[in-house]
């Protein structure tokens, strides 16, 4: 297991108390050290990320508009590290030590790991525009971790695509494209065993649909209020252990 630092990258979707979370817990529960980026697409970041910029280890980038995929697009082209781990800014933790298992699969040699991935799946309709789907294997982007030059030499992108064959609508979700090409050239990858989710929560549909939206699933509020405790306890942990002044 490695000892050296790994970099977390996070694209906040405008909710920054909850990419405080993803941060705060995510270091609380690692034995690993970690440093974060994160995106902010749009623009206030820095300001209502303070506290966190005063700890070191968090580092924000800001591009107005810029999306989720396009974020880890950008991340794959310019970091300088060998893997690159992305959470969704609606990830929190609460097990130690949650980036084992990821590290353990990156040195035994994979070149992506997902807390789960997807096979093809008929009858999926696509969230956004309400369209009836086949969706095509991928990751679970909001844990995910990455070989990066496996990934940039396949110069595939993870944003969303699809494409129209004999009447069907072939869909590849986040990372779904990334995915098939490490496939196609006979690379490892791996999901995570159904047991990793104890270590982690996902709120889910934080990135494109607003908290109070009418007909809100009863276990996405019960995530988002379990988060919302979750926050005052990582803040004073984090106070305690001086990552935050």
């Known amino acids: ?23 705060l817990s995510a270091a609380h529960h690692s ?43 950008h991340w794959v082209r310019e970091t300088r590290a060998k893997y690159a781990v992305f959470l969704d800014s609606d990830v929190f933790f609460r097990r130690t030590c949650w980036v084992s298992p990821i590290v353990k699969e990156l040195e035994a040699g994979a070149t992506l790991v997902s807390c789960h991935l997807r096979g093809r799946e008929e009858g999926v309709i696509e969230p956004v525009r309400g369209a009836v789907t086949t969706a095509m294997p991928r990751p679970s982007p909001w844990v995910m971790a990455v070989d990066v030059a496996h990934v940039r030499e396949t110069g595939a992108s993870f944003a969303y695509m699809n494409t ?3 009447g069907e609508i072939l869909a590849w979700d986040v990372g779904g494209k990334v995915l098939e090409a ?16 104890r270590y982690y929560t996902h709120i889910g549909g934080m990135s494109w649909r607003s908290a109070p939206a009418a ?14 405790i ?5 803040r004073l942990a984090a106070r305690r252990s001086g990552l935050n002044p």
């Open 230 to 234: 979750r926050v005052l306890y990582e």
């Open 1 to 23: 297991m490695t000892s050296e630092s790994l970099t977390v990258h996070i694209a906040s979707a405008g909710r920054e108390w909850l990419t405080e979370l993803a941060v």
């Open 31 to 73: 034995t690993v050290p970690l440093n974060f980026v994160i995106g902010g697409s749009i623009g206030t970041e820095p300001n209502l990320l303070a506290e966190l910029l005063r700890s070191g280890n968090v580092r924000i980038e800001v591009a107005a508009g810029r999306a989720h995929s396009d974020w880890l697009d």
């Open 182 to 197: 490490l496939n196609r050239k006979g690379l490892v990858t791996r999901s995570l065993p159904d047991s990793y989710g």
């Open 215 to 228: 007909g809100i699933e009863p276990k996405r509020w019960l995530r988002l209020h379990e988060a919302r």
């Open 164 to 166: 129209v064959q004999d």
